[in-house]
């Protein structure tokens, strides 16, 4: 199916730069005209949403599209929802994809999607009935790209470039769940070090 002839100027709501390598070389290819948008409050902690957006913002600098960029902001509402399983994971969809589609069409885009949908580990059929939810009734076009044929291609690609590939999907109760729970959270630790260490307070005074 050719989707692309459905639209002229795409909002592609952006979750990591890995995920964001084969979709946009893909779009690219088609001749579309794409901007990024990262907004993802659910990534846990702040440290790991900068390592996400420099990653985001390297591939950005890579195809040379801009990117709009919502800030960190508070990611707690997940943990309250960390009892809810799939309805959590409902709740994270719909607050990125709505602010998605407000966006849109503040700054007069005609479609939009995310590179969620490249991904095999995602609820797709979530993200779709979601996606063409919020864009219901607004004239903006919410576009099933079904990208997950390219996956493994992405992560090869985000390798060779040299991105960092994370090891959760990015809520709290999805890090404390993790297989890989210590080892984040001792790179977190050196991150949040480093961080304070180039922030040129000094600890002697
Ligand atoms: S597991 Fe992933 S999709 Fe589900 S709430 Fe957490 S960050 Fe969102």
Known sequence: MNQISTFKKLLLHVCCGPCAMFPLRELLKDGSDVTLFFYNPNIHPRIEWKRRFDNAQRVAEHYQVPMIVNEWSDSTKWRMREGDGDKRC????????????????ESGFDAVSSTLLVSPYQK?????????????????????????GGFYEGQKMAREIGLYRQKYCGCIVSLETSSFYEKVAREHEQLALSECLNCGVRFDS
Do not use: H
């Open 90 to 105: 409902l709740f994270c969809y719909e607050t990125r994809l709505t602010r998605l589609v407000q966006e849109a069409m």
């Open 124 to 148: 797709r059929e979530m993200i779709l009935d979601v996606g063409s939810k919020v864009a219901n009734d607004t004239g903006i076009v919410f576009v099933p790209f079904d990208w997950r």
